[in-house]
């Protein structure tokens, strides 16, 4: 997954969509593998995750018709995402699920003597949140005070409300000012991604909930704005105790409002650089094109102060052109209601019937402010280096592979040049796992104060506290980037850092890969995984950034030539597929399909690198088969690479995936790249011509 835009610009990345049901729990009760030291139990352990692999797979179904079907055609049989609290099934949901598991046994245990003063903190806020009587207390009379610490909600008012006293520039100023709120406008302090040594303040529009434009705008997706602009009316009723009349009117306005405000936002399918989307300005140009609509000098000074006159970024200028028009037209009442919803969202809590109920909304919530304390209170408490020793050895095949590739005539449509700028960027990345081991928690949250009680005023503080976080930010160095829950949840190439993160998450074995399975399910897996994060530092926006994670175009002109045919292949490729009945949509972005096809090559001859060295050396290859599974090491590691994606959707969902996820569907993710490869038709004996086989075959690396 490519997220160099949240390594800039945390407020103009898409939210991770985290869904819900669990394969098993087998890594919550089975001992590490290094304390596994029966042959019987490792036999019984392995039989089982070959019973598992084969309970997946519809052998019915040829491969070289439909891998995908034949690897994971019963899969939404055992998972099916059949309701809308289960909306997708698939191997990140279910080791999510494990580490939920994991997380509600540390929170819910109390203060233990090893707790540090963050631990508590986070534990307290949890306690908070799961505390229904003091919820109940008085919530509506608290989202009510938060309101009227910066003015009056016309929907609560009424006719009441006076118009003349309300600036909508100075409002949402305050808002981010005191609790980092962003609406409408929003400023964020990240590395340059052009000189990455230094922090940059970038002004440009703030998260959406329906997060890209296609979906405010397109007809396909008309289903979930109904949908939201429902939630937004029950939001108003149930929060505020607006009745219905007036909660309907006001969330369509609400909608209405931001429908227009988006339609100024970046198509993603553009595939756009930063470079492409930003404008190095300074505050008094932006100024003099905005003003008098858009006071940017009065945002400024509210929000950061008077004395700042730096040079800054502007974030897709397109956004601002639109929003002085949107302002204008717009009734202030209208504004007001959308700016006063907006606020109170941050507060809400949907209190459930059930303390069981409230306590797995209370891990959401508490995963959404304290993630990455979170990761490393799991990191100390169930590390295995056992895992992370595997992650090494992938890792390094898969450096030394690609640095063989890029040395040799497989890659020589690449200029030498250009070549020695990727092999000295490949030397210089790192791989690092999301522990936080290096993070001084106590120096960064000391100013914190979280109690166990309250859990509105505890949010006050967390978003004061974070709202400060910015003008500390100015003034010091940039620090690793950080994305909350997203680096919990997937690999990452943190592109302006040169730098793969792995979740720990990901450190939970036997669900996908572990010292007493084949090696051809930790390449084929945990492999393809690393790989597809090392090629994107080399895809269609890794490849504008440089060693050191510099904005910089360090390819030759020819090579760019031919890169960007063989990035149409894949275009016109994946166009073909047809999802949810209809076409995908077609997308100049190609990077993940690259890192895809990409990750997967990488990964497969680091695993036969691996395989052929085992055979020389002579070790027993014996357990690179799974018993009763009649599937050679190598088919084995495409099988278990289509079940890395074996995954259902809820047909409601399916036209939000393709217009929010840069990423194609899950099947696609598999039937793609294989078909891409003479390999995989090799092992499986497709004839050239077949579904899988076809005779005209995209690749880049």
Known sequence: MNIYIVA?????????????????????????????????????????????????????????????????????????????????????????????????????????????????????????????????????????????????MPALVGDKWQEENFNWLETVGKISSKYGKDIILSIEVFADFAKNSENRAYIGHPDFPLESRSMYLDSVTEIYRESYKIKIADDLKRYLGINEKVAKETAADIMDFEISLASGMIDEKLGLGLDEMTHLTTIDEMQKKYSPDI????????????????????????????LKDVIIRTPKRIVANYIFYNLVSEFQLKIAKTRVRQEVLCIAKTKSHFAKVLDNMIYRKYNTKTTEMDIELVWNKLKNIYR????????????????????????????????????????????LTINGEDYVENIKNMLNWSASQLLIKLREPPKPMEAGELLSYTPANIIIE??????????????????????????????????????????????????????????????TKIFTAKTKCFSNQYSKYIYGGRFLPESTAQSENIADNGGIRLAYEAYLNWYEDAVRSGQNLEFETLPTLNYTSKQLFFIT????????????????????????????????PLSNMVEFSKEFNCELGSQMNPSNKCAIY
Request: with cysteine; hydrophobic share 35%; proline share 4%.
């Open 8 to 152: 800039i610009v945390v407020l103009f990345t898409l939210v991770s969509r985290i869904a819900t049901t669990p394969i098993a729990h087998k890594s919550d009760v089975i001992k590490p593998v290094d304390q596994i030291n029966s042959p019987y139990v490792r036999d019984i352990m392995r039989r089982s995750k070959a019973a598992e692999m084969h309970n997946y797979m519809n052998t019915s179904i040829d491969p070289c018709d439909d891998f995908y079907n034949f690897a994971c055609g019963n899969w939404l049989k055992i998972n099916p995402a059949n309701s809308f609290e289960h909306v997708t099934t698939g191997f990140f949901e279910s080791i999510t699920l494990a580490l939920d598991r994991k997380l509600a046994l540390i929170l819910k245990s109390g203060v233990q003597y090893n707790d540090t003063e963050t631990d508590i903190k986070v534990k307290n806020f949890y306690e908070s949140c799961t505390n229904i009587g003091q919820l109940q207390s008085g919530y509506r009379t608290k989202l009510k005070e938060i309101i009227a610490e910066f003015g009056e």
């Open 295 to 322: 006071d940017i000098r009065r945002f400024f000074d509210i929000r950061i102060g008077a004395d700042f006159n730096e040079t800054i970024y502007e974030f897709i200028p397109d956004y601002q052109d639109n």
């Open 404 to 447: 063989s590739k890029l040395l040799s005539t497989e890659l020589s449509w690449i200029d030498l040049d250009t070549r020695k700028s990727a092999i000295e960027k490949l030397d210089a990345m790192k791989l690092e796992i999301n522990s936080y081991t290096k993070d001084d928690f106590a120096k960064e949250f000391a100013n």
């Open 498 to 559: 040169n730098t793969i993160k792995v979740p720990v998450s990901l450190l939970q074995p036997y669900y996908l890969w572990a010292a007493i399975y084949p090696n051809a399910l930790k390449f084929g897996t945990l492999g393809t995984l690393v790989g597809h994060e090392m090629v994107h530092g080399f895809d269609d926006t890794g490849r504008r950034y440089d060693k050191d994670g510099n904005s910089r175009d360090w390819w030759d002109e020819l090579s």
């Open 641 to 672: 690479y289509a079940q890395l994606w074996c995954s259902d959707s809820h047909p409601k969902i399916r036209d939000l995936q393709t217009s929010t996820d840069s990423h194609v569907p899950s099947m696609f993710r598999v039937i793609g």
